[in-house]
């Protein structure tokens, strides 16, 4: 047993480590020597139906459909949770961020990317812990679902 949870904490630490790597690391320049322009092929850029996530954002917006349809609000019976409006990510405290966990993990799979557009609509910063939850279930459902 013990064996187990050294294996997943090393294996959750590692994770995390990949991660604030890859958010931290620079883009490459492209040809051009500009580091700043993101180096996607235009065509994946430009089609709609491509099937490649660009992995800059929680959720995908083809997965969530929810960025080209409308900007309407929807509420996951989460009501309570527009009092964090304005919020820095990194001032919540343990109890807050059980809220945002009691709802997140009462969440169906399909629901996790609308309920993310809808924090992210309302002007809710989600704490630290929480989004790397999030995170890691949206590419749940989206691999999951594919």
């Known amino acids: 047993m013990t064996g187990a949870l ?12 990949l991660y604030l790597l890859q958010r931290l690391m620079p883009r490459r320049p492209d040809a051009t020597g500009d580091s700043t322009t993101p180096t996607t092929p235009p065509a994946e850029a430009d089609d709609p139906d491509s099937e490649v996530c660009c992995g800059q954002h929680i959720t995908c917006e083809k997965d969530s459909l929810l960025a080209a349809m409308s900007k309407d609000i929807e509420y996951f019976e ?18 807050q961020i059980e809220q945002f966990r009691d709802v997140l993990y009462t969440l169906r799979p399909e ?16 704490p630290t812990p929480v989004k790397e939850e999030l995170i ?11």
């Open 78 to 95: 989460d009501e309570e949770l527009d009092e964090y409006r304005g919020l820095a990510a990194d001032d919540y405290s343990d109890a």
């Open 111 to 126: 629901e996790i990317a609308p309920w993310a557009r809808s924090i992210q609509l309302r002007g809710i910063t989600l």
């Open 6 to 17: 050294i294996i997943l904490a090393v294996t959750a630490a590692t994770g995390l480590l």
């Open 136 to 146: 890691m279930l949206a590419a749940e459902a989206r691999h999951s679902n594919s």
